[in-house]
T-cell receptor, first 115, second 112 residues
Framework: DTGVSQDPRHKITKRGQNVTFRCDPISEHNRLYWYRQTLGQGPEFLTYFQNEAQLEKSRLLSDRFSAERPKGSFSTLEIQRTEQGDSAMYLC?????????????FGQGTRLTVV | GQQVMQIPQYQHVQEGEDFTTYCNSS?????IQWYKQRPGGHPVFLIQLVKSGEVKKQKRLTFQFGEAKKNSSLHITATQTTDVGTYFC????????????FGKGTTLSVSS
């Protein structure tokens, strides 16, 4: 297992277009998180899954954002009608939860630029 | 919602000096984690603290969890240039596993 992988690594899109990112977590991990990070800030929580169930979604998250984790394996994050303010690094992380929080392993991220 | 506040936001030290970053919460935390992010990299897990008053050491790094489980600190003794990066604390409201919320981080720069 090579860790958490994200695809693509970079995405440039025009304002108003839809984009979709993919995250492949570490195979035995049941939890998968999506975060957004802008320069000089910490990772901002977007949503997370335990297996295929989406357990929590940030109240700050626009309706333009949606995430799925079919079959509890890989996950996709879609942003519809992108805006310039969506430009950021989108980080995926996975962990193995068994009653206690454990360390989260992060992917390299997808850097989105909306022009 | 839950927030964890980190101070300072930036810290510059001379190589060999010590460094400390603090993480504070207004609510009691079930546990706290610390991560390091190198420039251009992604966050990498350092440690998790669970018990009230817990102290853990990793070589030159000392991590503490407050008695009330509302604050934590990371102390680096005799900094080296390899310590450069941003240090984040992250916490969840409860062990049932609400989302892991990150602080804004403390960026450490070290000059030789």
């Amino acid at each position: 297992d090579t860790g958490v992988s994200q695809d693509p690594r970079h995405k440039i899109t025009k304002r108003g277009q839809n984009v979709t990112f993919r995250c492949d977590p570490i195979s035995e991990h049941n939890r998968l998180y999506w975060y957004r990070q802008t320069l000089g800030q910490g990772p901002e929580f977007l949503t997370y899954f335990q297996n295929e169930a989406q357990l929590e979604k940030s109240r700050l998250l626009s309706d333009r954002f949606s995430a799925e984790r079919p079959k509890g394996s890989f996950s996709t994050l879609e942003i519809q009608r992108t805006e310039q303010g969506d430009s950021a690094m989108y980080l995926c992380a996975s962990s193995l939860f068994s009653g206690l929080n454990t360390e989260a392993f992060f992917g390299q991220g997808t850097r989105l630029t909306v022009v | 919602g839950q927030q964890v506040m980190q101070i300072p936001q930036y810290q510059h030290v001379q190589e060999g000096e010590d460094f400390t970053t603090y993480c504070n919460s207004s609510t009691t935390l079930s546990n706290i984690q610390w991560y390091k992010q190198r420039p251009g990299g992604h966050p990498v897990f350092l440690i998790q603290l669970v018990k009230s008053g817990e102290v853990k050491k990793q070589k030159r790094l000392t991590f503490q969890f407050g008695e009330a489980k509302k604050n934590s600190s990371l102390h680096i003794t005799a900094t080296q240039t390899t310590d450069v990066g941003t240090y984040f604390c992250a916490a969840a409201r409860n062990q049932a596993g609400t989302a892991l919320i990150f602080g804004k981080g403390t960026t450490l720069s070290v000059s030789s």
